[in-house]
């Protein structure tokens, strides 16, 4: 490049000990090195010391030349700069590329990092060995009980009975696959993910499970009231419930039956109405007045004071709904007061009666009961112990009352007292029911013997519940009705009984004699055979095909009175026999007229050696009998005949030879 103007420059040159000396131009410099001389300088380099390197000459002046050289320079220098911090982050980028494709190829087909399952770690595992890490580690837990917390209130869940069984492989798919994000791969280097364990469930039975700990986990909530603490009301403050949310307890218990941790199930909280505003305004208003003073109940010829203590047993609060209380009683309690007091003042019915004179009978008349009624006499009990205490009423002393009619009742009482009421109670046979009987006579009889003394007991129970009671007219009397239940608490014990063919035991044994002895007596008396079985095995003591068993729930005897009188129903148990005796108007003379046996078929032999309860007994062969019952009207001699056919099963011989 050639010069507008000026000198040449002189040549320069910087020796290998750094000495900057100029030499002298020796002539005109070619197009090329003259652009060589005015690219910038290179640095010497380290390995070649005797390398010259060429610096342009700075002109001191203003000229062109100068400025144009001085630019040159400057932008030299300053370029370089900035180009350095350039290549250094791009190194930097190069580098991490690497590290982030090396990292996705190495673990592309691991579980992301961070990961971790019920407490179990299996991030940046392999996907088999994550499978392993579940299977060991989870696996116990997986039977184990699974605690439940509901609030304050915990229990404990079958995972086996609930349905519910860890998916391994589905839980592995759930953790995902390795993430392209840098960021994301970046953080899970110093983060955790938790996931959720899929779980293979059975909805119905996991429900049910659910619902069997709920009395568990719920918490009912508590109304506020007021107990007494001797003689001082004392306020009970309001406590608010909570319920486990059914709609989100299964899949809580889905997610996290796994966990370490109990199971936190939903729960929604139960509001409660009662204020404490409310509380102490029933305390100043109802229930320090209440215990100011006793309570008297005024009875029939007789009070009964009830104390201020027994008050305290049986005053009750229930919320009015607006945040106070309602004041009441426990009847019951209440009752326990004062009923003790006033037991003389009460009667119980007596139900009219027989009285036989060998076949004769005359008419006991029955007595009307008088008992209190209850509910009637506490209707005013709230607002007498609100009264103030005071003189008690005078003994209320009411005037005679006519059988039959409802007695006086007492004035109304004055300061802290009731009247008691009483009712009138009807017995259940009454005096009218049997002077319609008119001149009543037998009109049916039965007897049978023969048995043991456990079973003759319960025929003795079941003579005595049976005996006095009437079959009205156009009605049915059924024994199972009349006797149940025939269980130990009724007075029935354990005896004899036919199971299955063979001697066992139970408790009411016997009572099929009792029934078959009732049935015989309403045969002969003309009575309809409602319902009626005989026994499926013959037994030997009763006439064929003219017996009856009973069961209760299923099997029964009903008699029918078709007549327009009543039929009355005696019993007399002796230690060996047992009669039963039918009472009223005849209309019929009835005779039973007995088949032959047919179709006989000989017993087979059981052998119960292996039960320690066996008892050896001799079987009986089966058969068929038709026993007719001949009915022949007492007004008008017309005659009816009713057969009926029974098949008996053979009842095998029982042997106790055993194996």
């Known amino acids: 490049m050639s010069s507008s103007g000026g000198r040449t420059p002189e040549e320069t040159t910087v020796d290998t000990d750094g000495t900057i000396r100029h030499d002298e131009p020796s002539g005109a410099l070619d197009e090329p090195t003259r652009a060589m001389a005015e690219e910038p300088a290179e640095p010497a380099a380290a390995t070649d010391p005797e390398r010259t390197a060429w610096i342009p000459v700075t002109d001191g002046g203003n000229g062109a030349d100068g400025a144009q050289n001085t630019h040159g320079a400057h932008e030299a220098t300053s370029g370089g700069g900035r180009r350095r911090p350039v290549l250094i982050g791009a190194a930097v980028v190069g580098l991490l590329a690497v590290l982030y494709v090396g990292d996705l190829l190495f673990s592309s087909t691991d579980v992301p990092r961070g990961v971790t399952v019920a407490g179990v770690e299996i991030g940046g595992m392999s996907k088999p060995e994550a499978e392993e890490a579940l299977r060991t580690q989870l696996s116990g837990r997986s039977t184990e009980p699974v605690a439940l917390q509901a609030g304050p209130s915990s229990a404990t869940l079958d995972p086996r009975a609930a349905g519910l069984e860890l998916d391994v492989e589905g839980t592995i798919a759930r953790a995902g696959e390795q993430p392209f994000n840098p960021w994301t791969r970046l953080t899970s280097l110093f983060d955790t993910r938790d996931v959720a364990p899929v779980s293979r469930v059975n ?65 929604t909280e139960t509001p409660v109405t009662v204020t404490p505003e409310g509380i102490q ?88 009961g008088r008992e209190i009624d209850w509910p009637r006499t506490f209707s005013g009990i709230v607002e007498a112990l609100g009264r103030p205490d005071g003189e008690a009423p005078p003994v209320f002393t009411p005037p005679p009352t006519a059988p039959g009619a409802a007695p006086a009742s007492p004035p109304p009482p004055t300061g802290r007292a009731i009247n008691a009421v009483y009712t009138t ?125 009973v069961f209760e729930g299923s099997i029964d005897l009903k008699l029918g009175n078709d007549g327009p009188t009543p039929v009355y129903i ?29 179709n006989l078929t000989p017993p087979g032999v059981r052998d119960l050696g292996g039960n320690p309860e066996c008892n050896a007994s001799q079987g009986s062969e089966g058969f068929t009998i038709t026993d007719t019952r001949v009915l022949r009207d007492v007004r008008t001699g017309e005659v009816r005949r009713e057969p009926r056919t029974v098949r008996y099963e053979p009842q095998p011989t029982v042997t106790c030879n055993g194996p």
Do not use: C, M
């Open 425 to 549: 109670t009807q017995p259940r046979v009454t005096t009218e029911s049997l002077q319609a009987l008119g001149p009543a006579q037998i009109i049916g009889e039965f007897t049978t013997r023969g048995f043991k003394p456990d079973s003759g007991q319960n025929i003795r129970r079941i003579a005595e519940i049976v005996n006095g009671q009437i079959i009205a007219p156009n009605s049915v009397f059924s024994l199972n009705d009349a006797t149940s239940p025939r269980n130990e608490a009724n007075g029935f014990v354990p005896a004899g009984i036919i199971d299955d063919g063979a001697p066992g035991r139970g408790v009411g044994g016997g009572v099929s004699q009792f029934a078959t002895t009732l049935y015989n007596a309403g045969y002969f008396a003309g009575l309809d055979d409602v319902a009626h079985q005989e026994h499926s095995y013959y037994i030997s003591r009763y006439p064929a095909g003219r017996e009856a068993t």
């Open 203 to 267: 909805a119905f039975a996991l429900g049910q499970a659910l619902d069997g700990v709920r009395p568990q986990l719920d918490r009912p909530a508590a109304e506020g009231t007021i107990r007494y603490e001797g003689l001082e009301p004392v306020a009970v403050p309001s406590v608010p419930g909570s319920v486990v949310d059914g709609a989100t307890a299964g899949q809580a218990v889905i997610d996290h039956w796994l966990d370490p941790a109990p199971v936190a199930l939903p729960v």
């Open 570 to 598: 005696r019993t007399q148990w002796t230690p060996s026999s047992i009669t039963v005796q039918l009472y009223g108007i005849k209309r019929f003379d009835v005779t039973s007229e007995p088949g032959p046996r047919t």
């Open 281 to 368: 305004r029933a305390i100043d208003e109802f229930a320090r007045p209440a215990v100011a003073g006793p309570l008297t109940v005024v009875g029939d010829a007789k009070n009964a004071t009830v104390t201020t203590r027994a008050i305290t047993s049986f005053v009750r609060f229930t919320p009015d709904g607006q945040g106070g209380l309602t004041p009441g009683i426990d009847e019951p309690a209440a009752i326990a007061a004062v009923e003790p007091q006033l037991a003389t003042t009460e009667a119980e019915p007596k139900d009219a009666t027989l009285a036989f004179t060998g076949t004769t009978a005359e008419v006991v008349p029955a007595v009307v």
